[in-house]
């Protein structure tokens, strides 16, 4: 039986296909299984989730974001990337980074959250979309060392 969040994620790919792209079934179970993904709610109802997996030069790649065409605030993206951020800091993934088709408004959204554009490709499907990489460095905390001052006898 697919869980909520399986049938949040067919939910996206049918009304948004043209703007996260197809992920097989079996791929969306394992990054489920794998716990490598985030999701958003919103007054008590799923809105919004991304897959996302750290690559060996520790990137967190984000293979897919949305979220639902009636939450899309930029304070649900936001948090939703704050989650994402999290776990990749947590294993030591250096930066973050997506591709985002270059038609697409969400470019914008991007960008809006300190994203920079370091690259684009063609397409690999019949469209030939371009698409553009953005790639944000990790921007959680540093620790801070305290020191104390011992007392000599």
């Excluded at 790919?13 to 079934?25: K, N, T």
């Excluded at 299984?33 to 999701?39: H, I």
């Excluded at 809105?47 to 930029?74: N, T, Y």
Aim: proline share 4%; with cysteine; hydrophobic share 40%.
């Amino acid at each position: 039986m697919a869980s909520d969040l399986e049938k949040l994620i067919d939910h996206a790919q049918r009304v948004d296909d043209h703007a996260i792209g197809f992920l097989p079934r079996q791929a969306i179970v394992e990054y489920i299984d794998a716990k490598r993904v985030e999701s958003i709610d919103c007054n008590g109802d799923r809105v919004g989730f991304a897959l996302w997996r750290i690559s060996p030069f520790r990137e967190c790649k984000i293979v897919q974001c949305w979220v639902r065409s009636d939450a899309r605030l930029i304070e649900n993206g936001r948090r939703l990337l704050q989650a994402v951020e999290g776990n990749a800091a947590k294993r030591r993934a250096s930066c973050l980074r997506c591709w985002v088709a270059d038609d697409l408004p969400s470019n914008l959204f991007w960008q809006s959250l300190g994203f920079e554009l370091v690259g684009w490709r063609i397409g690999r499907n019949k469209t030939g979309r371009r698409h553009n990489l953005y790639r944000r460095p990790i921007q959680i905390p540093q620790a801070t060392t305290t020191s104390r001052a011992h007392a000599r006898p």
